[in-house]
T-cell receptor, first 116, second 113 residues
Framework: GAVVSQHPSRVICKSGTSVKIECRSL??????MFWYRQFPKQSLMLMAT?????????EQGVEKDKFLINHASLTLSTLTVTSAHPEDSSFYIC????????????FGPGTRLTVT | GNSVTQMEGPVTLSEEAFLTINCTYT??????LFWYVQYPGEGLQLLLK?????DKGSNKGFEATYRKETTSFHLEKGSVQVSDSAVYFC????????????FGKGTKLSVIP
């Protein structure tokens, strides 16, 4: 149990366009979802935390107008990278947990974004 | 600030070799410690955890002991298999009331027959 999926797994987009990444909890309800970014040979860096029906909480240095997060249901969160630029190319990973304060986060397989 | 330092990879071992992946952390308070594993094409999975000093987490033949005096949580396995090939991430979570995980950079392990 506790499967998290992400779609798409890979996406290539042109500079200036927007791209949406979906994160779904397939067999449980996720009250809290997390979005991470991972650069090659680097740690996963938390970008934002979203609770269902609330605005996301962004980490310091993450532009909320550039990385739009929507958590409209208990099984779906979306990350939209707006006006993407090559420096936004990265591996984006989501995770989900049943409650806000549990240590158990279930991770998606990640989405590789390449901006040309 | 808070951080996790784990040995850099890649690590290549022969089947049945002994594995150690070092991990040290810098944190305030009394964090919980974790090892996650990421198999090719899959998401991170919790491998094992320890929530207080001297606790030993274990799973699938892997072990790690929470050493507060050395702020370490080294991952060990006595005899690795080809199926253990993956990227291993050390992480910690601050004490009660915090959900945030701090990760190391990951160590890629390749086990050859």
């Amino acid at each position: 149990g506790a499967v998290v999926s992400q779609h798409p797994s890979r996406v290539i987009c042109k500079s200036g366009t927007s791209v949406k990444i979906e994160c779904r909890s397939l067999d449980f309800q996720a009250t809290t979802m997390f979005w991470y970014r991972q650069f090659p040979k680097q740690s996963l860096m938390l970008m934002a935390t979203s609770n269902e029906g609330s605005k996301a909480t962004y980490e310091q240095g993450v532009e909320k107008d550039k990385f739009l997060i929507n958590h409209a249901s208990l099984t779906l969160s979306t990350l939209t990278v707006t006006s993407a630029h090559p420096e936004d190319s990265s591996f984006y990973i989501c995770s989900a947990s049943r409650t806000a304060n549990t240590y158990e986060q279930y991770f998606g397989p990640g989405t590789r974004l390449t901006v040309t | 600030g808070n951080s996790v330092t784990q040995m850099e990879g890649p690590v290549t071992l022969s089947e049945e070799a002994f594995l150690t992946i070092n991990c040290t952390y810098t944190a305030t308070g009394y964090p919980s410690l974790f090892w996650y594993v990421q198999y090719p094409g899959e998401g991170l999975q919790l491998l094992l955890k320890a929530t207080k000093a001297d606790d030993k987490g274990s799973n699938k033949g892997f072990e790690a002991t929470y050493r507060k005096e050395t702020t370490s949580f080294h991952l060990e396995k006595g005899s690795v298999q080809v199926s253990d090939s993956a990227v291993y991430f050390c992480a910690f979570r601050e004490g009660a009331g915090s959900y945030q995980l701090t990760f190391g950079k990951g160590t890629k392990l390749s086990v050859i027959p």
